[in-house]
């Protein structure tokens, strides 16, 4: 099971730190990734932490201002986003997948096994 939270409303230019709680997983054996929709869009993935290797991915459109890190003891994998700008504006998800972040890097969603609730960003202008 992954639990997100974090999410709310914040202004253009600011930070949110989304978390994704996992419980009932061998982190080891996967890569969990952030994925993010609006409303008649695909999902689109963000940014992956290989819990194996601990190597990361950060899609272009979030590079350098999305950061994802985890914390092995809590089994919790964050992203730290900061300037954020309205077009962020959306859901987003945390999924666990197959120890690769070629899960994000290439939006393999039919490879996702387990996927978060979903928390809702809002960046208003």
């Known amino acids: 099971q992954l639990v997100e939270s974090g999410g709310g409303l914040v202004q253009a230019g600011g930070s949110l730190r989304l978390s994704c709680a996992a419980s009932?997983?061998?982190?080891?054996?996967?890569?969990i990734g952030w994925f993010r929709q609006t409303p008649g869009k695909e999902r689109e993935g963000l940014s992956c932490?290989?819990?194996?290797?601990?190597?990361?991915y950060h899609a272009d459109s979030v590079k350098g201002r999305f950061t994802i890190s985890s914390d092995n003891v809590e089994n919790t994998v964050y992203l730290q986003m900061n300037d954020l700008k309205p077009e962020d504006t959306a859901v987003y998800y945390c999924?666990?997948?197959?120890?690769?972040?070629?899960?994000?890097?290439?939006?393999?969603?039919?490879?996702?096994?387990?996927w978060g609730q979903g928390t809702l960003v809002t960046v208003s202008s």
């Open positions: 009932g997983l061998r982190f080891a054996d996967y890569a």
């Open positions: 999924a666990a997948g197959p120890p690769s972040c070629l899960l994000v890097a290439e939006n393999r969603i039919s490879e996702v096994e387990v």
């Open positions: 932490i290989n819990m194996s290797g601990a190597s990361t």
